[in-house]
């Protein structure tokens, strides 16, 4: 999540870079070209093109490691600009790019001159790549900048991607999308008028474990899936950030954590909840939760009859897990929404012998996954696998929650249009092209 400050700096970007110095490093690499992401698309991988071969160094018994790298070239790759430099940027979505095959670091924005100046500077970046708040809309005259990552609080999510649309930049924007559905069908809206593509960064929906446990409960390795647990949930501290501001949060722990719950379980099933009942619970005189709750417990119904329930919260220790639960056996990730070290387990019966394994996949960075599938669709004109219909569907279902909890009563939910029974029906091409 987003933990950038809630409003835009006054100043303009003569004073910004000014303030910042200029002791920088040049930026471009010698002799790099400037070109669009169509153009970049007709490139070959390396130097040669040739994939790099190693020999196999263990038996044919032994975890096999894939093969190796194969990364764009710096000047073909895909350039992004983080709007937003805070924790989740800095800690996570920016040293992530050493890991990307297809995307780079090409600009930053930011309301504090300082900070931005030093993260350029640390990633080669020159002061022309770097922004505030006044001076984004300046980022559609930087041809280095294909695709705008936006990591911002909630509330500001919608008009920095209908201003990044209207750029004419493609939009990576973190989750939740924004803080109403409205709000998110305006950003579908821009990306669509400007001819762009609109990305929300599910990472749950590109990470290795997560794909095996959809492929599992839709292949039915262990009978056909019949309930979903999923808990995600954490104790928040400092009262006064940004996440128990109402305006800028949209809520609370439901929309920052809770949301992974929702996300996976119609991620792992496919199709869309019919009816969700809940409940919220605010412990009264704490001040964390004068505007934002503190926990949700929700249950979605599925079509094809999956239960799913699930719990969050933002007053208890942290806890991020889920189980999936068949007819002759369970799997599922504890801890299963965090960003490294993931663990997969599954439990089934062979006679008299109830085996109880762990399940070990090689590990993969998220954010490098997720950047790297939006630059594939840059780069091949495809629609991403969680395009904007994706983040404006779960801020519906959201809305539902917080409509049953209000009345005590279950809220029915429509499938929009013709798509009921359709799986994946908000999705687009998956990862590495799959339909």
Known sequence: MPEEPSSPA???RRQ????????????????????SGAAKAAEPAGATGKPIKLPTMHAKTEQATGPVPEPLLPGKRVGFAVV??????????????G???????????????????????EHGLSEKAVYDYKSYDE????REVDVIYIVLPNGMHAEYTVRGARAGKHVLCEKPMANSAEECQQM????????????????IQYEPHNRI???????????????????????????GQWRQNKKLAGGGSLPDVGLYCLNTARFLVGEEPTEVSAMIYSTPGDARFKEVEESVTWQMRFPGGVLANCATSYGMHESRRYRVNAEAGWFGLDPAFSYENLAMESSHAEGMLELREKVGIMPKDQFALEMDHMAECVLEDRRPYTP??????????MEAIYASAASGKPVKIATPGAGAGKLDLFRGDGPGGEG
């Open 10 to 12: 006054p100043f303009s």
């Open 16 to 35: 910004f870079l000014s303030n910042a110095g200029r002791s920088l490093m040049a930026a471009a690499v010698a002799g790099e070209v400037l070109t």
């Open 84 to 97: 937003g430099l805070g924790s989740l940027a800095l800690n996570q979505i920016i040293p992530a790019f």
């Open 99 to 121: 890991r990307c095959k297809k995307a780079k670091l090409a600009a930053v924005v930011s309301g504090s001159p300082d900070k931005a100046m030093q993260v350029a500077r």
């Open 139 to 142: 980022l559609k005259d930087n």
């Open 188 to 203: 579908i809206t821009a990306c669509q008028e400007a001819g762009r593509k609109l990305m929300i960064a599910y990472r």
């Open 213 to 239: 446990a959809q492929k599992w409960l839709r292949e039915k390795k262990y009978g056909t899936a019949k309930l979903i647990e999923a808990v995600n949930g954490q104790n928040q501290g400092d009262p």
């Open 388 to 397: 904007g219909e994706e983040g404006l569907q779960d801020q519906r279902i």
